[in-house]
């Protein structure tokens, strides 16, 4: 079986960096340490970090504790989380991705320019949700074309564009020509203000995923079920490759999913340790 692994698959750099500080932390001796949500979609590091005795804790726990170091991981938080933070006197350590970070600036600033924001992402979304936490006025969450055509701007308010750092970059464009269509532009909408914020490491992953998926038989997208960056690599490749499978460990492989397949594509979200790819890997080889 011919195995193609994608040269992007696994930790980006920000969530690299992330979980490498936590270690770090560990290895300093700071205790106790808990990280505001678990610090990647990744349920083997996320236990491996319980076991040294890191705690996930949610916003709500932060009026029960004490003392100790809270950690903001790469996904970013709202203002009002630092705030909460300094008023109730925790120690904390920012691993917020530096393109997060970016985001953050912009929203701040161009709404207390006094701009709309709009916001394509997920709601739901924990980044989205931080990136809400920064905007000083108006803004609307767009996830989709229905929302963008649904949407009623504030009327005579200039309006900015980001994106969720994960967002699908063919559905950023279709959802900026929507606007398009709808005339926002020159009403609300400078083209100057529509700023694609999504990550690179997204972009290029995304891009040799579905060149890889578009080239084999079976796909195979490794990563946490809760991870969305993973959800999209998945849909990107189902669009290329209908036999794409989205797995977790290597005890999730089946051997139906290679029936007739010779050449078997291997790619990773962002949250995936590369213990885990190899081993995927290994198994696709000596298994099937
Ligand atoms: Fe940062 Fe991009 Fe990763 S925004 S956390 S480097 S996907």
């Known amino acids: 079986m011919k195995v193609k692994v994608a040269e992007t698959a696994g930790f980006c750099f920000g969530v690299k960096r992330a979980v490498d500080k936590v270690y770090q932390l560990i290895e300093d001796g700071v205790s106790p340490i808990y990280t505001l949500g678990p610090i990647i979609h990744n349920e083997e590091v996320v236990s491996d970090l319980e076991s040294r005795g890191v705690r996930v804790i949610e916003v709500e726990d932060l009026d029960h504790i004490k003392s100790g170091t809270v ?54 979304h924990p980044e989205v949700q931080g990136i809400c936490g920064w905007c000083h006025g108006p803004y609307r969450v767009l996830k989709n074309r229905e929302d963008v055509e649904n949407m009623i701007p504030e009327a005579d308010m200039e309006a900015c564009v980001v994106s969720q750092t994960t967002f699908n970059y063919n559905k950023f464009k279709e959802l900026v020509e929507i606007l398009r269509e709808k005339r926002y532009y020159n009403n609300v909408l400078n083209i100057s203000n529509i700023l694609n914020t999504i990550c690179n490491a997204t972009e290029e992953r995304q891009k040799e995923a579905k060149n890889i998926a578009g080239e084999v038989d079976t796909m195979l997208v490794i990563g946490g079920r809760h991870s969305s960056n993973t959800q999209k690599l998945f849909e990107i490749c189902k669009e290329e490759c209908g036999n794409t499978y989205y797995i977790q460990t290597p005890v999730d492989l089946d051997s139906e999913m290679f029936h007739r397949s010779s050449c078997v594509g291997i790619t990773a979200g962002a949250s995936t340790p590369k213990k885990i790819i190899e081993e995927v890997q290994e198994h696709v080889r000596i298994k099937f």
């Open 71 to 124: 950690v903001i991981r790469s996904h970013g938080v709202g203002r009002e989380i630092y705030e909460k933070l300094k008023e109730n006197g925790l120690e904390y350590v920012d691993v917020t991705c530096p393109f997060v970070l970016k985001i953050h600036r912009i929203v701040e600033k161009e709404s207390l320019a006094g701009k709309q924001i709009f916001i394509f992402g997920d709601p739901k």
